[in-house]
């Protein structure tokens, strides 16, 4: 089955406690990229990668590392986490770019307390 | 980048036609219009996308107006389960000066029994 899926689903942590949320996709997509989601501000690009070792800042990129080792991977890295990075996250997968459709992980829910 | 504005919120009754509205009237030639749906607790999802002509597929139909300033998703029966957060989005082809994909708050639409 064609899917993205993320992990943790859930995290409660500390501030400054260095953490990682893992995204995988298994349709061979070039693009990936990582959305927070916040009330009332809705879906925010946080980073996007285009291909293996190719990344790009999105809207709100301060505070979020990515890496792109492997097409199918794409973690997403909170080094030294704060509360207002308490927010609903999801990562998507696409062919090739924007202009395909997209394809979203479940999403993680992240507290930092 | 390219904005669309939609309404807050709309309402149907289940088995009855739905016409959510999306004005973009700064879109450029080349920008694609895509529609994603979020439902309660879920990533977005892909409903359908177009250029010019309309469009339809097993989930709705996209009807995008002559001068492309607007467009309309409809749903030609609605059921429980397609209430959810609508967004239309404009995107960048490849080669495009940015590939960001720009949420906006999106129309949430309910559907009465």
């Known amino acids: 089955e064609a899917q993205v899926t993320q992990n943790p689903r859930y995290l409660i942590t500390v501030t400054g406690k260095k953490l990682t949320v893992t995204c995988s996709q298994n349709?061979?997509?070039?693009?990936m990229s990582w959305y927070r989601q916040d009330p009332g501000l809705g879906l925010r690009q946080i980073y996007y990668?285009?291909?293996?070792?190719?990344?790009d800042k999105g809207d709100v990129p301060e505070g979020y590392k990515v890496s792109r080792k492997e097409k199918r991977n794409f973690p997403l890295i909170l080094e030294s986490p704060s509360p207002n990075q308490t927010s609903l996250y999801f990562c998507?997968?696409?062919?090739?770019?924007?202009?395909?459709?997209?394809?979203f992980g479940p999403g993680t829910r992240l507290t930092v307390l | 980048d390219a904005k669309t504005t939609q309404p807050n919120s709309m309402e149907s009754n289940e088995e009855e036609p739905v016409h959510l509205p999306c004005n973009h009237s700064?879109?450029?030639?080349?920008?694609?219009i895509h529609w994603y749906r979020q439902l309660p607790s879920q990533g977005p999802e892909y409903v359908i996308h177009?250029?010019?002509s309309n469009v339809n597929n097993r989930m709705a139909s996209l009807a995008i107006a002559e001068d492309r300033k607007s467009s309309t998703l409809i749903l030609h029966r609605a059921t429980l389960r397609d209430a959810a957060v609508y967004y239309c989005?404009?995107?960048?082809?490849?080669?495009?000066?940015?590939?960001?994909?720009?949420f906006g708050t999106g129309t949430l639409l309910a559907v009465q029994p």
């Open positions: 998507a997968s696409s062919w090739r770019g924007n202009a395909d459709t997209q394809y």
């Open positions: 349709m061979n997509h070039e693009y």
């Open positions: 990668s285009m291909n293996v070792e190719v990344t």
């Open positions: 700064t879109i450029s030639g080349t920008d694609y």
């Open positions: 177009g250029l010019t």
């Open positions: 989005i404009l995107t960048t082809p490849y080669g495009g000066a940015t590939n960001k994909l720009i």
